[in-house]
Nanobody
């Protein structure tokens, strides 16, 4: 069965960095676009970043642009989210998700994604 397993979350001070990883199994990883979503308490889930199936295009929410970097390793079936200059408002549960296709007009829409991980908590203290 399909599994997306996130890791790398934790507690960090404002200004610090974390790298999230999402290991995929049960899918042909190279055929899927991948996204990192996040959901803070009382807020809607939002897409922080996404990457196309070959990694040729990446997309970022304005709130993370210039601070977060999404990448993928086809040999490890893993997608990463490098998060720098973290802010308290980045505190959320972070989920990775897989979509058959990621386009410039669909990357941020959660209903375009087929598979989801269980999430990892990121807490940024001020």
């Amino acid at each position: 069965q399909v599994q997306l397993v996130e890791s790398g979350g934790g507690l960090v001070q404002a200004g610090g960095s974390l790298r999230l990883s999402c290991a995929a199994s049960g899918i042909t990883f190279s055929s899927y676009g991948m996204g990192w979503f996040r959901q803070a308490p009382g807020k809607e889930r939002e897409c922080a970043a996404a990457i196309t199936w070959r990694g040729g295009s990446t997309y970022y929410a304005d709130s993370v642009k210039g601070r977060f970097t999404i990448s993928r390793d086809k040999h490890k079936n893993t997608v990463y989210l490098q998060m720098n200059s973290l802010k308290p408002e980045d505190t959320a549960v972070y989920y990775c998700a897989a979509a058959t296709r990621v386009y410039s007009y669909t990357w941020s829409k959660s209903n375009e994604y087929d598979y989801w991980g269980q999430g990892t908590q990121v807490t940024v203290s001020s």
